[in-house]
């Protein structure tokens, strides 16, 4: 320790590690020079215990208990390894896994805990999950969580999203995504706000009486395009009918040449429908475009709502290759729903929420909860609109509050595994997205939920209890329940170029680090130098707008117990610097517990650790104070729970 670095007997220390890489050009003009990065190498390696023996080139392929292990080739170590699972992986070749291997956004491997251990290196994040649940991230095939909760909930975006998440959403379909709310959902990406995946589907036409067509603006886009790292745009929604279907929007001729000249230019098309009298009319509209296009029976048109289809509507459907969109909650829900009671009067006997039905004539029905429409506060359980709330509710039928439904609908419910995979592989199906999401396999998209019970194993009324640890999307812990810290992996530490990894271990505390799992914010940023990246284990990171004073704060989902702050210093050339370090306590004002004042240098790591852990943290705040005439920056900040 250099004697120029003041020092408080056990409480903070400063490691220095290897010389970084000279400074880039882009980073000396705008006042900060750091050489390149490597945040992938973060020092987390003491905090995650390497499992296994070293990393070999591809995962062994003897079966694993429940099926057999899948693997990418040529996979190396990997970044993070969940061992000791009930692992519901929704794919049919293999349902059930111990252990799954994941490399930057992606599975990598799936199958025992043997040999899914041979990809666990020095730097592989390795959480035992001790038998709790790990399942595909859940997907909302149809709501509208972001373009009217504001002002039916009045709650601000990113409150959604992070409730969504916190719920097991790892990608939402926006039904009703106008120009306006499509610029809104790629400016909420690039804030950092759109955690999740978001597919957005286009109006045609107004929700209206007369279903006015809102010209062609959809025209410049395509289905499949992508908008912003996390939006998309999946087709365009078409409203047949209106108030219940006392309304028809549409003459049949005019709707079979709408349909097929938008299926002509690619578009995948989600078409409204709550009778039998709408449904009707589409079932002509796809027979009219399987005749002019025999191909598009595999177009997966989408049926939404679907609250009526009689027996003979829904053999046409399977003829057709049409995707029922099915509210779970609609049968407990909409009881006593006057406008409701008078549609089911007008229907064919029989032909009202028939989901087991269409599951049994092989329909691969896709599971949504068109929230915030009908919300209801539940006093305990499951959230309203969550995926555990759908899946209790498609299993028994119950409502909002606990509302039951007649006996005559029971005959219609359906089983947990159905409506999980409504929730998953179904729902993936529905927008092309197979491939990638709706299961857990090598090579698809590392979004997993972790819960903490089998809901294809507990009695019915005990799935609503089931509690959501941690939701991952793509890779990254965006959700870690509090007290779950075990559960959630941390970043891979080494294995990037650039800012090598200090040697040997940091001092404090062994734990878990928790700060992927806090809301990021600072004073200002630099372009692309994000404040989330002090949180993400990637190769960028922050950078300050100006000059100090310039502060970044980590707000934590809950209040939580941490054993060390670790903070990685981004600063070329070294030199003097101030930094206060700030916490929250829930309920309390913000306390300064450090001041860390001597000279620093790129890749130098401070680390504040009191003799005992800072109970009920709910912020944390870095404040550099004096940073010699430089941007302040920082690799990463590292909140260290026990």
């Known amino acids: 320790m250099r004697a120029d670095w003041p020092r408080e007997a056990d409480l903070s220390v400063r490691i220095g590690r290897k010389a970084a890489a000279p400074a880039n050009d882009e980073l000396k003009s705008a006042g900060l020079a750091v050489g390149p990065l490597g945040v992938g190498a973060i020092a987390v390696a003491l905090l ?25 080739p040529s996979v190396a170590s990997a970044d993070i390894v969940i061992r000791d699972a009930n692992v519901l992986t929704m794919d049919d070749t293999a349902p059930h896994a111990q252990a799954v291997a994941i490399t930057g956004d992606r599975i990598v491997a799936v199958g025992s805990n043997d040999e899914v251990a041979k990809l666990a290196g020095a730097g592989t994040s390795v959480v035992s999950l001790g038998g709790l649940t790990l399942t595909p991230g859940f997907i909302d095939a149809h709501q509208h969580r972001i373009g009217d909760g504001p002002s039916q909930l009045g709650l601000e975006p990113k409150q959604l999203v992070d409730a969504a998440i916190s719920q097991g959403w790892t990608m939402i379909d926006e039904l009703y995504v106008d120009q306006g709310r499509l610029d809104q959902l790629r400016d909420l990406d690039g804030s950092g706000v759109l955690r999740l995946r978001v597919n957005a589907y286009l109006p045609v036409q107004e929700n209206s009486p007369e279903g006015k067509l809102l010209g062609d603006y959809y025209a410049a886009y395509k289905s499949g395009q992508e908008i912003s790292p996390h939006l998309r745009v999946a087709g365009l929604k078409v409203f047949t009918d209106y108030n219940n279907a006392k309304i028809l929007l549409w003459k049949q001729a005019d709707l079979n040449a709408f349909l097929l ?4 230019e690619g578009w995948h098309l989600a078409i409204k429908t709550v009778s039998t009298k709408s449904l009707a009319m589409i079932l002509k509209a796809a027979a009219a475009m399987k005749a002019a296009d025999p191909g598009a029976v595999d177009a997966r048109t989408r049926l939404e709502h679907m609250l ?143 819960l903490s019970a089998d809901p294809l194993a507990v ?82 990171y922050w950078k300050a707008a100006g000059l100090a004073p310039q502060w970044v704060q980590l707000e934590l989902p809950g209040p939580t117990d941490l054993a060390a702050i670790r903070l990685w210093v981004a600063q070329d050339p070294g030199g003097p610097s101030v930094h206060e370090m700030w916490i929250q306590r829930s309920g309390t004002q913000l306390e300064l517990v450090k001041t860390f004042d001597g000279t620093t240098n790129e890749g130098d790591v401070l680390v504040y650790q009191p003799a005992q852990p800072m109970g009920g943290v709910t912020l944390v705040r870095v404040v550099t104070t004096s940073l010699d005439n430089l941007f302040p920056a920082w690799h990463e900040i590292e909140l260290i729970a026990p």
């Open 48 to 72: 995650v215990a390497a499992c296994g023996s070293q990393a070999t080139p591809s995962v062994a392929t003897s079966p694993a208990p429940g099926g057999s292990a899948s693997a990418s």
């Open 261 to 264: 000249a938008r299926h002509q």
């Open 308 to 450: 009526f289809a009689t027996a003979d509507q829904i053999a046409q459907e399977k003829d057709l290759g049409l995707v029922p969109m099915i509210n779970f909650n609609n049968p407990g829900q909409l009881v006593g729903q006057p406008d409701v009671a008078e549609l089911i009067a007008s229907e064919p006997a029989g032909s009202y929420v028939p989901w087991r039905d269409v599951f049994a004539a092989g329909l691969p029905a896709a599971g949504i909860s068109g929230s915030p429409s009908f919300y209801a506060d539940e006093p305990s359980g499951a959230p309203f609109g969550s995926p555990m709330h759908l899946i209790y509710q498609g299993v028994t039928r119950v409502g909002n509050l606990g509302v039951k439904s007649p006996a005559s609908l029971l005959n219609e419910t359906v089983t947990a595994e159905q409506a999980m995979r409504a929730h998953t592989i179904n729902a993936a199906r529905a927008t092309f997205q197979e491939a990638d999401l709706g299961s857990i396999a090598a090579g698809k998209l590392a979004d997993l939920v972790v």
């Open 459 to 540: 009695p019915a009324a005990q799935i609503n209890e089931i509690d959501v640890l941690m939701t991952m999307v793509g890779g990254k812990v965006e959700w870690c329940a509090p007290g779950s810290q075990a559960a959630c992996p941390v970043p891979r530490a080494g294995g990037g170029s650039g800012t090598p990894a200090p040697s040997g271990a940091l001092p404090g505390p062994s734990g878990t680090n928790v700060a992927p799992t806090a809301t990021v914010t600072a004073s200002s940023e630099l372009g692309d130098r994000k404040a989330t990246n002090v949180s993400d284990g990637s190769d960028a």
